[in-house]
């Protein structure tokens, strides 16, 4: 059973930083692209960052490009999400997501495994 659970979410000012980590635990992920995502309310999931856990190969979205950096940890099993330059417009739930593949995936759709979120609010 797989489970991913993350953390780290807050308060922030416009122009801060917040670190996210998503713990995933069930499987052995090196077949598997980790995937955060965000929704704020009213509005659709959103891709934000994608990273292949075998090879670090990362993806995007053009939103947060240059400003967030996607990362894993093998030792402990994690993928991290560093945010830093955040806007107000950052706010949403962030959710941590899993799917076996070997190429980068932007799709919700495409992922078979999902967190619970947490919440991240950037005040102005």
């Known amino acids: 059973q797989v489970q991913l659970v993350e953390s780290g979410g807050g308060l922030v000012q416009a122009g801060g930083s917040l670190r996210l980590s998503c713990a995933a635990s069930g499987r052995t992920f090196s077949s598997y692209v980790m995937g955060w995502f965000r929704q704020a309310p009213g509005k659709d999931r959103e891709f934000v960052a994608c990273?292949?856990?075998?090879?670090?190969?990362?993806y995007y979205a053009d939103s947060v490009k240059g400003r967030f950096t996607i990362s894993r940890d093998n030792a402990k099993n994690t993928v991290n999400l560093q945010m830093n330059s955040l806007r107000p417009e950052d706010t949403a739930v962030y959710y941590c997501?899993?799917?076996?593949?070997?190429?980068?995936?932007?799709?919700?759709?495409?992922?078979?495994?999902w967190g619970q979120g947490t919440q991240v609010t950037i005040s102005s």
């Open positions: 990273i292949r856990w075998n090879g670090g190969d990362t």
């Open positions: 997501a899993a799917v076996r593949s070997w190429v980068l995936r932007s799709s919700a759709a495409m992922y078979d495994y």
